[in-house]
């Protein structure tokens, strides 16, 4: 078992009740901050020692942390277990994470919505400001999409700086006002 630190059991607590806003179990969400957190990779057994949980619900939960990418299983030496690390770069964290979320969230969505055009312009019924809403929402998609796609690209270095440009950016641009 690993002694957690009070920083680390805060940490660990936030990163769960943030998990479940986010749509993601609090478990797998716990899992993943006490992965983040430690400096070597853990056994399955150690993870639900140290959090109190089952171990049939860590080893679904690495399933699942295994299936967005953002922990894999590694070997030790001498050590017969299976061990869990976490992604440690928090921008290819990042990017993997909004890549799944795309996937199952936003690929979806625009799926529907160009399916709601196509009918709406072929159903009488259908009056003109709804089908301009379902316009307007699968234009914000698709740029919003290919604004990614390309950001997405760069390198972490990169894509720090662009954020940090802030209110630098909006005076470049000449945008004023709120």
């Excluded at 990042?94 to 055009?117: G, H, N, Q, S, Y």
């Amino acid at each position: 078992m690993t002694t957690l630190s009070p920083v680390q059991q805060r940490f660990i607590l936030h990163w769960g009740e943030m998990g479940t806003r986010w749509g993601i179990n609090r478990t797998v969400a716990q899992i993943h901050a006490l992965l983040f957190l430690s400096p070597t990779p853990l056994p399955a057994e150690t993870i639900a020692e140290t959090l109190g949980v089952a171990r049939s619900n860590v080893s679904t939960s690495l399933k699942e942390l295994q299936g967005w990418g953002i922990v894999k299983l590694v070997h030790i030496l001498g050590d017969k277990r299976d061990h869990f690390e976490s992604m440690k770069d928090v921008w290819q964290m990042f990017r993997i994470v909004l890549d799944e979320r795309k996937r199952r969230e936003i690929d979806p969505t625009l799926a529907v919505l160009r399916e709601c055009i196509a009918e709406a312009e072929e159903d009488k019924e259908t009056d003109e400001y709804t089908e301009d809403r379902l316009r307007d929402l699968h234009g914000f998609f698709e740029t919003t999409t290919a604004w990614y796609a390309q950001v997405r690209q760069w390198p972490s270095g990169a894509l720090t700086k662009f954020v940090k440009l802030g209110a630098k950016a909006r005076n470049l641009l000449g945008i004023t006002g709120g």
